[in-house]
């Protein structure tokens, strides 16, 4: 890839123009001219053109649009490119070389490698505002082609739905009582309400526990809010509450008792859960 107009114009209005030499700390090697052209060519008290100037930009640019390009193993766009030989011909290519903006660029991921680019804002250990603004520029030209991830539009839950990403834990103990919502979550399993070897499943939004005996299979939802000392039976085709009561040891006139909100207890049907002890 070549550098564009767009990328020299950003190196320029960050080098600035200087048709004299100078120094811009008094202990560097060499001297400095044009658009930040720095090296044993310059000398004291030259002076040069703004054309001098623009070829030695773009000679320059030369070396660091060579380095970007064989260093980057990934696919850049324009301004991406732009932005990496802005930051070369700042920090130079063994910078490029040994960052970590290298390394996360080159595995792929581009929005982490732009979060490299801030913090080379130093000089000499000293935070430089200049940098600071430059880096901050070239990051923003780089993520300007960088797609943003688009949420995935939540689906509505209905109260009588089992939500897609509930969790399935299967039971490994067989103790009586109820599974209560934190071991649910945690996936323990010190309180179960069927036989070792089915499953339960638990629905966060709901703070719910779903007995099934096959695994991916809807079964019964349980509120972990319960007393444990109570217990439920769920109502099987076929079934009468003389039976139930018969199977479960008790009596119809306590089974009635225990389900007062049931207007009629005779009038029962498949899957619903009754109030047994």
Same mark, same amino acid.
């Given at each position: ?54 070829? &030695? ?85 780089? &993520?300007?082609?960088? +797609? ?11 109260? !009588? ?18 599974? !209560?919502? +934190? ?22 939004? *709901? ?38 009561? +018969? ?10 008792? &225990?389900? *007062? ?10 899957? *619903? ?5």
């Amino acid at each position: 890839m070549e550098l564009s107009q767009k990328g020299l114009d950003l190196i320029k209005s960050f080098e600035g123009l200087r048709l004299k030499a100078y120094k811009a700390v008094s202990t560097e090697k060499y001297y400095t001219i044009g658009y930040g052209h720095y090296g044993s060519d310059v000398k004291e008290n030259a002076v040069i053109t703004k054309e001098r100037a623009e070829q &030695l930009l773009k000679q320059d640019c030369g070396s660091f649009v060579k380095a970007v390009n064989q260093m980057v193993k990934v696919k850049l766009t324009q301004n991406q490119f732009d932005a990496l030989v802005s930051f070369t011909y700042n920090c130079g290519a063994g910078a490029l070389q040994r960052s970590d903006l290298l390394k996360y660029l080159n595995e792929g991921d581009y929005k982490k490698a732009a979060a490299e680019l801030p913090r080379w804002n130093k000089s000499g250990d000293k935070v430089l505002a200049g940098l600071v603004k430059r880096r901050a520029k070239e990051m923003e030209l780089f &993520l300007s082609d960088v +797609a943003e991830e688009k949420e995935e539009p939540k689906k509505e839950v209905k109260s !009588n739905e089992q939500k897609e990403t509930v969790e399935t834990y299967i039971v490994v103990s067989s103790v009586p009582g109820y599974v !209560n919502a +934190a071991d649910a979550k945690s996936k323990k399993n010190k309180k179960a309400t069927v036989k070792a070897g089915t499953y339960y499943v638990f629905n966060e939004s *709901q703070g719910m526990v779903n007995v099934t005996s096959k695994k991916g299979v809807p079964g019964n939802w349980i509120n972990p809010s319960e007393n444990v000392n109570e217990e439920f039976y769920y109502v099987k085709s076929g079934d009468t509450v003389s039976g139930i009561a +018969a199977k479960e040891k008790t009596t119809v006139a306590n089974i009635k008792k &225990l389900n *007062q909100q049931i207007k009629n207890i005779n009038l029962i049907y498949p899957n *619903q859960k009754i109030r047994v002890k």
